[in-house]
């Protein structure tokens, strides 16, 4: 029996990781590698944030936990509503070791808002309704809210990027790693536990908005704060080390990230606009949502927050519009809600959707012949029917087909909202480069991560899975079925799915032929 610290950092990417402890930057990260072990880690298909973190801490693919994305569709409607930790369906790392009586201390992990009632303490997530920092309501027990009511989401909208906004954000950002780091480990030296995590959230911020100053080769390149990419790692690197100091002698460590990074190209993708000029898709003149853009320009960021929480119902209204306002479902069989991080595509489904075009029984037909004609398409790679990639109880709340695109020339393409006259590709306009949240930021998320642990594992390779079940082994748990299995103390597919497990603790055909494609997919094996 023993403690795990686990500390998260965001969209860390592998090779810049790889490339920067080599260098000699990332010295505390490069001492858990030499000491213990580090992996590349396989993530969600797609990489999101929400469900990946959610898949993490629930050793539990999206099937079964069921959170796909920020939002979801609400049933028999053609409206979206914002997810939250209620909607969480499987039992998280906390709420296990709640259980078992051992004392956890969870702080800014995504998808944790509201706080959850826990043995130890919570501070949710930057998914907390559009907060800057922690209200009462962001923190359990409340008592606890005046120790950590400076802890810092992005206090900076991320929308729209006018001039000075990068060298703002970049000090922003330092200035909260320091913020959070202090608060970490006031409360790690302070109380006792037996499973700490905490969340940095800044390597995902920094590398969507610099990545083009970054990468001399990337076709949105421009000159700026080359170096900003790097110093948030070299930030986060300190802030690991102090932590782990701050934690004390005698615990397991693991330093894990959602997903990694790449640059984003210079071409648009308006996957409705593909869906129309090959008859899945009809438009018809968009309502104006005015009040949506008014909200983003005009409404100081702290204070949207507030206006999110009392009119949460309105906002996912004005969202719904925003998406799908320019579609005439009555002769509509197919459509996208268009989002950069999670390129989808839903079926107008008889019988599930109000208008719906498509009959029940022709449904697996229609979705194979529609992956078939968009994996013709040259921007996407793959096109699979959500059973493909997931499995479990909640399958049924993804969208019908989940796409992997295609990286041109190593950069990936931008999904934007299509309106009608738009051409399915179109070249970025210059002056689009620098993107922003909604209009195509310059760095995308990709699928692999990192782990490292501060213990030795036989592992060549994991999978985002694979965390909890490792944390539940170390504190001496017993491990409840879930996919992914532990790092340490069992052997694991690496360079071959042909590994060597017992019946009792080996994948199932299933689960060996999703890690397959996504080992493959990430190019772990041919």
Known sequence: MGRFLLIGLDGAEPSLTEQWMGEGHLPNLSRLSERGTYLPLASTCPPITFPAWNSCV?????GRHGVFDFTELIRGTYQIRFLNSTFRKTPAIWNLASEAGKRVGILGVPGTYPPETVNGFMVSGFDSPVATRPERSCVFPPTLYP???EWRYADFQEHHLGAGWHENALRSMLNTIEIKEKITCNLLSREPW????????????VAHHFWLFHDPASPRHCPG?????????MRLDAAVGRIIEAAGPEMTVGVVSDHGFGGAGDQVLHLNAWLAEHGYLAFHRPKNNLLKQLALTTIPTGVRGALFRHFQGMAARLESRSRFSAID?????????????????HVNLGGREPQGQVKPEEYAAFVQRLCGELESWEPVEHAWPRETLYHGPYVDHAPDVILELALKNSYSYTCRKSVP?????????????????????AGTHRGAGVVFL?????????????????VLQTLGMEVPPMDGHSLLGRELPGDSIDHKMDSEQAYSAEEEAILAARLRALGYIE
């Open 58 to 62: 629930t050793g539990v693919n999206p």
């Open 147 to 149: 120790d950590v009511r």
């Open 194 to 205: 037996d499973f700490f995590m905490v969340v940095f959230g800044e390597s995902d911020t």
């Open 225 to 233: 704060p080359a170096m900003a990419i790097r110093d948030i790692y």
């Open 329 to 345: 479902w009555t002769r509509t069989t197919a459509w996208s809600e268009e989002l950069n991080y999670f390129p989808s595509i």
């Open 421 to 441: 006259g738009n051409m399915p590709i179109q070249p970025l306009l210059p002056e689009e480069r620098f993107g922003g949240k909604e209009h195509g930021t």
């Open 454 to 470: 501060s213990e030795k594992s036989e592992a060549h390779a994991a999978r985002i899975e694979d965390i909890a079940p490792t």
